[in-house]
């Protein structure tokens, strides 16, 4: 590491984007004045070149603490056209950890991540009869740091910023035995940050719940990303099945905790794509578009037409899935696409040609006709759907939703199966429904390359399994568990399937593997086996990737895993251009990387927003490690009911600020 920058240096970084400042992150080095207009010199300076990462060690056996906790020892190099450069290190700094009282907006504190119902009033977790408290999650997801025009909150004494982060489930009540997962409606929370003028050091001012109550509550927020004008593209993931046992969906025990009644939800308002507008008060606004398909959505990318929508779809017999809107920066009126994939391409390799994607329109919508069919049709006005064949001809054979079933339309019912039950209707029209969670998209807008991750690559992926069915376009040779990173060129001049023009120049016309793991396999090629700390796939890579962001200036892609497969998940840069994979950070054994967000620039300073969930979820994977780390992770998150909140900075230690 070479040591902090001089004027020399500084003069560098500073003409690296004159006006468009980007370098370095926000630091506790000191690094008065990168990013501000210096004038009057005569230096001549170097031209900004790269950026770089060096890797985090993996955590082994002799490092428990280290595998307890966000461990991040990469160091961040800023690169210029002379050969010389200037290293930041890398750390960790939560806002806080769930569960933790924080600063209310409206007066008084407020707990980190807690649920509220219908009536804004705290949900309570009486499963310890002698200790009732609010329930709060251990997972938060989705992040969007951003600034709001004219903005002023009490307490900010530097620069006013904003993020939105949303709260995915919790996964046990107090207890410990009572599966929460699905069950309590997501909060949805605005901070307000006080950006510090002279070190771009983010800290938490204020903690603001958002009121969910107009758009029927949030049902299991996922991913998120920030739209180009300024607002957070929330998700709403695995969409409850209309058609299924209430009982056995969740549905009930969410209507109960949202509602105080298992039978007032209904299944139609959940499994839609919410925005999120913050206000310059620090305080939030949601609305939920229902024109963008009920599908499980991971999370949204907006395209450089600020119209098109790219949108992952996390679930089994998944899809691509795009939106075109009727104008720009409105999402509530457009047209809704599913993809037919052609070609063979082995999506484990790659070294494998690139897949053409062809268009199927599905309907075209405002979101207040789709909301008000939501409102008003019973999934049996809609369709009627069989688990096991009726012999009956007017029946269509098809697999969704992980299982094989028989619909059969209802006369003048086709837009409310488009927009309703998306995933059954682009089965029924022949869209490739093969995919195996697909989860976080994101875009390199310069080469025009969208990136979708592919958490694994089996089942419906693999020729001759049960659930691959013949003609969607998806068939391997054999399965991937650790999955990979695709990447799908962008073009306009497109038509559908029906000869139709689409509206976009941003329209994905094929998909290519860019980036794959690996499995640990034993003797047989196919069981996977664990290494020493447990590990199924090869640490030294990307395994099951999930959330994905792509920074412009850094031409870096950040990509945050929810595996099964490492024993601590890691969050890893890949430089598109030098084909560099550098594990910038590991999480807590057991915890998922979330909350993602690569931010090029605000006021001068740039920021990698990540955030994890539930630490120590324990699997096979873990019984080398289980017993040393429970009480370590017990000890740093709130008995392993809390987690991070946080953001990726350039400092001379890692810091633990605002768990007080």
Known sequence: MTKPPTDSSRRRVLSLFAGAPMLPLASSLSAAGLFTACGGSGDSVAAFKSVSFSSTPAPDLGSPAAM??????????????????????????PFFVTGNQVPNL??????????????????????????????????PDGTSLLTVANAKVDGVKGNPVFAVVQFEYTTWAQDGKTDMYGKLPSPIAVLTLDQDKTTGKLSLVKYHNVDTSKVHGLWITCGASLSPWGTHLSSEEYEPDAFADRAKNYMNDFSQNLYGNPATANPYHYGHMPEITVNPDGTGTVKKHYCMGRISHELIQMMGDNRTALMGDDATNSAYFIFVADKEKDLSAGT??????????????????????????????????????????????????????????????????????????????????????????????????????????????????????????????????????PGNGISVPKQLVAGGVMALNLKGGQKDTDGAAINSDWVPVDVKPMLVGKDLLAADGKALQGDALGNTADPSLVANPDNLKYSEKMRTLFIGEDSSQHVTNMLWAYHIDTKQLSRIMTLPAGAESTGLQAVDEINGWTYIMSNFQHAGDWGGIHAKVKDTLDPLLKANFNGKFGADVGYLTAASAQMRLSEA
């Open 106 to 139: 409206a007066g008084g504190g407020i707990l980190a991540g807690g649920y509220y119902d219908i009536n804004n009033r705290p949900i309570i977790d009486n499963t310890v009869a002698a200790s009732p408290r609010q329930f709060f999650s251990d997972s």
């Open 336 to 469: 809704l696409y599913a993809a037919k994939v052609g070609g063979s391409t082995d999506f484990t390799s790659t070294a494998s040609a690139a897949a053409p994607l062809i268009w199927i329109k599905l309907g075209k919508a405002t979101s207040a006709e789709i909301e008000q069919l939501a409102n008003t049709l019973k999934p049996t006005d809609i369709m009627s759907v069989k688990s096991a064949d009726p012999s009956d001809a007017s029946y269509k054979k098809i697999v969704a939703n992980g299982r094989t079933e028989w619909i059969k339309l209802n006369p003048g019912m086709e837009k409310a199966a488009a927009f309703l039950e998306t995933h059954r209707y682009a089965a029924y029209v022949g869209a490739s429904m093969g995919f195996t969670k697909m989860e976080g998209t994101t875009v390199n807008l310069k080469d025009k390359v969208a990136y979708s991750a592919l958490q694994n690559i089996q089942s419906s992926m693999v020729a001759g399994h049960a659930a691959n069915v």
């Open 68 to 93: 307890a906790t966000t461990n991040v020892s990469s160091v961040m190099t800023v690169n210029f056209d002379d050969g010389s450069k200037v290293d930041y290190k890398l750390a960790y700094q």
